[in-house]
């Protein structure tokens, strides 16, 4: 323990702290009362108060200073009662004094070496502490010690930094409190509620009401302040902020606040870092446009990402990236001899490349070098596992940016082509430059058209999907009003306070109008409700009412989109919506290229609640191929069979999903041709002419029919309906009908039928027939 020193008072506030130990007393006496007489603590309480009350002679009622070396001996008891006794000999920044203006008696020998690092450690503390907060401080101390109203939910500290070489250190400050008591001159005036919102940092204090006194209080006794060294914890957040400022700020001020917390981080001010994201175009790995400017490794070894095709570069970084391990070298002696000389001439003394991937992707290489040999060991690899998570954020933030800008360029420049067609895009770019040759020529776009191609079109829908989710929506909410409900019928709830009774009023009145049913408007009124006024008002009462902070903490955390049950059952809805959907289009995806190969096309999808295709099929498309009536029969047949191989799919997937959804099946048979033709300025196919548009009004149409005469829907769960206009565009998949019941893919027996009329549509039939379920029930893969 050291002598005392005392910083300079750092604004106005009346304040008047003395150093007395008559609270210290009286804190020990309470601790005392824990054991019995004959408990050997006992004897130890006993010899500490008769210490401090005879110092409590010394410093009040003599006009004498006590004696440094007393004073430093009570501290050292001091120290015995305020910390365990495990900790009493670890090495622990702590000190004794006054925290107004900041007054240090007595410090432990950690204490005095970081005023050896870092000359005035204390000195501007003050200073990077607001006016506010000192303020804020008094006002917890005075309502807790004479109110006891507690407004902290821990002791008050108070964080500051240092800056040393080029580096930032963080601290953190705790006082204990304990042994402060306020005393006031006169009466205590009466607690006022914007104290209590002032002290636990909810509200500023207002200019309409009178403050606290603090100029007719003395604050008598002494504070234990214990410092903490929060550099690590405090970068981390650091990086973790950096990612609000993604989307705003440019790519070099976010490296550049990335590295320097990194310094920070490790404690080395020298050091080279980089963070260099490992984009791939087609397979090759290559170069974001600064990657390699920033690199350590990559740069000064004369790898050439920049060259698509070298074949050296590429094998150095796919070992890099399939043994994603990380490299450490302290001495560099792991280099063979050019690259360690190449490197040492750089000045770098000890290296770290550190491949970030993940499961299924390599986002990037974290490098780092040092100008010191061994500078690296195995803790830096423990502090980087630590931001692991953070490094991979930043490298996919750029690896989308450099895919968006990939696919920017793409839009721009070219159109999103299938293979299909592609050929017919470059015939017509020819033909507007050699028509471009000519001074007459029209500067209009040559038209790109496929006429007489053959359109298959298919449908797996979710069935009721819009009014599950209604009924998913209205539960969750059910389920909010309830717990809203039994919150306000708590027996400690404030009942006599307005807002309470305002909002109960309200709770009342959607749960009656949620049970008569529910609207698109209501949802939006209630969400509003639940989100703006009922769960702030929660949060606000939750640090005033303890007795309620079980029940209201338990409440807010079921608001969680993620985790809380008032989107569970929202929740089941998408997740089951997107697994069915997900196992439809990546079956899709896997037919659509083996159907390439029976015959070139082209392939539209349309994502609604469920999934929807059209196949555009013909000459035109594939003049070099001849196009024949077995072509379509092979089409007719496989649209039939992968309807029952996705429903079969999906079927598998009831007894999984967390909400049992259905799908059903349906195709459009339109044996007759439509012409479609590039729109430049949708950059899509669609269909022309009169008979062509009434083909896309029949696909928009016919998912929402009905049977003539009946209230039955078409589509239903089990079956593959078919629609029709003509008897013949359904002959020709009967045969395929017919052979998928003799293998037993399908029941026996067609349902044939009309359909209702619809709006422009009418004298369309119908076939439908049930699906035969096989009985493999393996888990699929989620």
């Given at each position: 323990?050291?002598?005392?020193?005392?910083?300079?008072?750092?604004?106005?506030?009346?304040?008047?702290?003395?150093?007395?130990?008559?609270?210290?007393?009286?804190?020990?006496?309470?601790?005392?009362?824990?054991?019995?007489?004959?408990?050997?603590?006992?004897?130890?309480?006993?010899?500490?108060?008769?210490?401090?009350?005879?110092?409590?002679?010394?410093?009040?009622?003599?006009?004498?200073?006590?004696?440094?070396?007393?004073?430093?001996?009570?501290?050292?008891?001091?120290?015995?009662?305020?910390?365990?006794?495990?900790?009493?000999?670890?090495?622990?920044?702590?000190?004794?004094?006054?925290?107004?203006?900041?007054?240090?008696?007595?410090?432990?020998?950690?204490?005095?070496?970081?005023?050896?690092?870092?000359?005035?450690?204390?000195?501007?503390?003050?200073?990077?502490?607001?006016?506010?907060?000192?303020?804020?401080?008094?006002?917890?101390?005075?309502?807790?010690?004479?109110?006891?109203?507690?407004?902290?939910?821990?002791?008050?500290?108070?964080?500051?930094?240092?800056?040393?070489?080029?580096?930032?250190?963080?601290?953190?400050?705790?006082?204990?409190?304990?042994?402060?008591?306020?005393?006031?001159?006169?009466?205590?005036?009466?607690?006022?509620?914007?104290?209590?919102?002032?002290?636990?940092?909810?509200?500023?204090?207002?200019?309409?009401?009178?403050?606290?006194?603090?100029?007719?209080?003395?604050?008598?006794?002494?504070?234990?302040?214990?410092?903490?060294?929060?550099?690590?914890?405090?970068?981390?957040?650091?990086?973790?902020?950096?990612?609000?400022?993604?989307?705003?700020?440019?790519?070099?001020?976010?490296?550049?606040?990335?590295?320097?917390?990194?310094?920070?981080?490790?404690?080395?001010?020298?050091?080279?870092?980089?963070?260099?994201?490992?984009?791939?175009?087609?397979?090759?790995?290559?170069?974001?446009?600064?990657?390699?400017?920033?690199?350590?490794?990559?740069?000064?070894?004369?790898?050439?990402?920049?060259?698509?095709?070298?074949?050296?570069?590429?094998?150095?970084?796919?070992?890099?990236?399939?043994?994603?391990?990380?490299?450490?070298?302290?001495?560099?002696?792991?280099?063979?001899?050019?690259?360690?000389?190449?490197?040492?001439?750089?000045?770098?003394?000890?290296?770290?490349?550190?491949?970030?991937?993940?499961?299924?992707?390599?986002?990037?290489?974290?490098?780092?070098?040092?100008?010191?040999?061994?500078?690296?060991?195995?803790?830096?690899?423990?502090?980087?596992?630590?931001?692991?998570?953070?490094?991979?954020?930043?490298?996919?933030?750029?690896?989308?940016?450099?895919?968006?800008?990939?696919?920017?360029?793409?839009?721009?420049?070219?159109?999103?082509?299938?293979?299909?067609?592609?050929?017919?895009?470059?015939?017509?770019?020819?033909?507007?430059?050699?028509?471009?040759?000519?001074?007459?020529?029209?500067?209009?776009?040559?038209?790109?058209?496929?006429?007489?191609?053959?359109?298959?079109?298919?449908?797996?829908?979710?069935?009721?999907?819009?009014?599950?989710?209604?009924?998913?929506?209205?539960?969750?909410?059910?389920?909010?009003?309830?717990?809203?409900?039994?919150?306000?019928?708590?027996?400690?709830?404030?009942?006599?306070?307005?807002?309470?009774?305002?909002?109960?009023?309200?709770?009342?009145?959607?749960?009656?109008?949620?049970?008569?049913?529910?609207?698109?408007?209501?949802?939006?009124?209630?969400?509003?409700?639940?989100?703006?006024?009922?769960?702030?008002?929660?949060?606000?009462?939750?640090?005033?009412?303890?007795?309620?902070?079980?029940?209201?903490?338990?409440?807010?955390?079921?608001?969680?989109?993620?985790?809380?049950?008032?989107?569970?059952?929202?929740?089941?809805?998408?997740?089951?919506?997107?697994?069915?959907?997900?196992?439809?289009?990546?079956?899709?995806?896997?037919?659509?290229?083996?159907?390439?190969?029976?015959?070139?096309?082209?392939?539209?999808?349309?994502?609604?609640?469920?999934?929807?295709?059209?196949?555009?099929?013909?000459?035109?498309?594939?003049?070099?191929?001849?196009?024949?009536?077995?072509?379509?029969?092979?089409?007719?047949?496989?649209?039939?069979?992968?309807?029952?191989?996705?429903?079969?799919?999906?079927?598998?997937?009831?007894?999984?999903?967390?909400?049992?959804?259905?799908?059903?099946?349906?195709?459009?048979?339109?044996?007759?041709?439509?012409?479609?033709?590039?729109?430049?300025?949708?950059?899509?196919?669609?269909?022309?002419?009169?008979?062509?548009?009434?083909?896309?009004?029949?696909?928009?149409?016919?998912?929402?029919?009905?049977?003539?005469?009946?209230?039955?829907?078409?589509?239903?769960?089990?079956?593959?309906a078919l629609v029709y206009s003509h008897t013949a565009?359904?002959?020709?998949?009967?045969?395929?009908?017919?052979?998928l019941q003799k293998n037993g893919q399908l029941k026996?027996?067609?349902?044939?039928?009309?359909?209702?009329?619809?709006?422009?549509?009418?004298?369309?039939?119908?076939?439908?027939?049930?699906?035969?379920?096989?009985?493999?029930?393996?888990?699929?893969?989620?």
């Amino acid at each position: 323990m050291e002598t005392l020193y005392k910083l300079p008072k750092p604004d106005e506030l009346p304040l008047q702290f003395r150093l007395s130990f008559r609270p210290f007393v009286a804190y020990l006496k309470a601790q005392q009362q824990a054991f019995d007489a004959a408990h050997g603590l006992n004897e130890l309480y006993n010899f500490l108060i008769a210490q401090f009350t005879e110092a409590i002679a010394l410093t009040e009622e003599s006009d004498q200073p006590i004696d440094e070396t007393r004073l430093a001996e009570l501290f050292q008891l001091a120290t015995v009662a305020v910390l365990p006794l495990t900790q009493t000999s670890r090495d622990i920044p702590y000190a004794f004094g006054l925290p107004i203006p900041m007054t240090v008696f007595q410090y432990s020998s950690a204490f005095r070496d970081l005023q050896k690092e870092f000359p005035e450690f204390m000195a501007d503390i003050p200073s990077q502490i607001g006016m506010e907060s000192r303020k804020r401080f008094i006002y917890q101390l005075i309502l807790e010690k004479c109110y006891g109203v507690e407004t902290a939910k821990s002791k008050p500290s108070f964080q500051f930094q240092k800056h040393k070489k080029g580096q930032t250190k963080y601290f953190r400050i705790d006082i204990n409190i304990s042994f402060v008591e306020p005393c006031i001159k006169g009466t205590l005036p009466p607690l006022q509620p914007a104290w209590i919102d002032f002290a636990s940092g909810s509200a500023p204090l207002p200019d309409t009401i009178a403050l606290l006194p603090l100029d007719q209080f003395t604050f008598d006794g002494f504070c234990f302040f214990q410092l903490e060294d929060v550099t690590e914890t405090e970068t981390i957040q650091q990086l973790q902020d950096t990612f609000a400022h993604l989307q705003s700020d440019s790519e070099p001020i976010i490296y550049q606040r990335f590295e320097s917390a990194l310094r920070n981080l490790y404690s080395q001010p020298d050091l080279q870092l980089s963070i260099i994201p490992l984009p791939q175009v087609n397979g090759h790995f290559v170069y974001t446009p600064d990657t390699n400017a920033r690199s350590i490794f990559l740069r000064h070894m004369g790898i050439n990402l920049n060259v698509y095709n070298d074949q050296v570069a590429q094998k150095i970084v796919q070992k890099i990236s399939q043994h994603p391990m990380p490299y450490l070298f302290p001495t560099l002696d792991g280099f063979p001899e050019a690259e360690r000389q190449s490197l040492k001439e750089r000045g770098i003394g000890s290296f770290l490349m550190y491949p970030i991937t993940t499961a299924t992707e390599v986002l990037g290489i974290l490098e780092m070098g040092s100008s010191q040999s061994g500078a690296f060991d195995e803790s830096v690899l423990t502090k980087i596992e630590r931001i692991l998570p953070l490094v991979q954020e930043l490298l996919r933030y750029q690896l989308n940016h450099f895919n968006d800008q990939i696919e920017q360029l793409i839009k721009k420049r070219f159109t999103s082509l299938q293979p299909s067609v592609e050929w017919k895009f470059y015939e017509a770019a020819w033909e507007e430059l050699r028509l471009g040759q000519n001074k007459n020529a029209e500067s209009r776009p040559i038209p790109v058209r496929f006429p007489q191609v053959f359109p298959l079109y298919g449908a797996v829908d979710i069935r009721n999907s819009s009014a599950e989710r209604h009924k998913a929506v209205q539960q969750d909410m059910a389920n909010q009003l309830a717990a809203i409900e039994a919150i306000f019928a708590h027996p400690d709830f404030p009942a006599d306070w307005a807002r309470s009774d305002e909002l109960r009023t309200q709770s009342f009145q959607c749960q009656h109008r949620l049970i008569a049913g529910l609207n698109p408007e209501d949802k939006l009124e209630y969400a509003r409700f639940l989100s703006q006024e009922v769960n702030p008002y929660f949060r606000l009462l939750l640090p005033h009412q303890p007795t309620l902070e079980g029940v209201l903490a338990q409440y807010l955390s079921q608001t969680s989109e993620t985790s809380g049950l008032f989107n569970q059952a929202l929740r089941q809805y998408e997740r089951s919506m997107d697994w069915l959907n997900s196992t439809v289009n990546e079956y899709i995806n896997q037919e659509e290229k083996r159907l390439q190969t029976i015959y070139p096309h082209y392939f539209e999808r349309y994502r609604t609640d469920g999934t929807e295709y059209t196949i555009y099929v013909g000459q035109s498309i594939s003049p070099d191929k001849p196009f024949s009536l077995d072509v379509g029969r092979d089409l007719f047949r496989w649209q039939l069979t992968s309807m029952i191989e996705m429903a079969q799919l999906t079927h598998r997937l009831l007894p999984h999903l967390p909400l049992p959804l259905q799908t059903t099946q349906l195709i459009l048979a339109h044996t007759n041709t439509v012409d479609i033709s590039f729109r430049q300025d949708e950059r899509r196919f669609d269909v022309e002419g009169s008979y062509s548009i009434r083909y896309e009004v029949l696909k928009k149409r016919i998912d929402k029919a009905y049977i003539l005469g009946t209230q039955e829907r078409l589509t239903q769960p089990d079956t593959i309906a078919l629609v029709y206009s003509h008897t013949a565009e359904a002959a020709d998949y009967l045969p395929f009908i017919t052979s998928l019941q003799k293998n037993g893919q399908l029941k026996p027996g067609i349902e044939y039928m009309d359909l209702e009329p619809m709006q422009g549509i009418a004298n369309l039939r119908a076939l439908r027939v049930h699906i035969n379920y096989t009985d493999d029930q393996t888990e699929p893969e989620k």
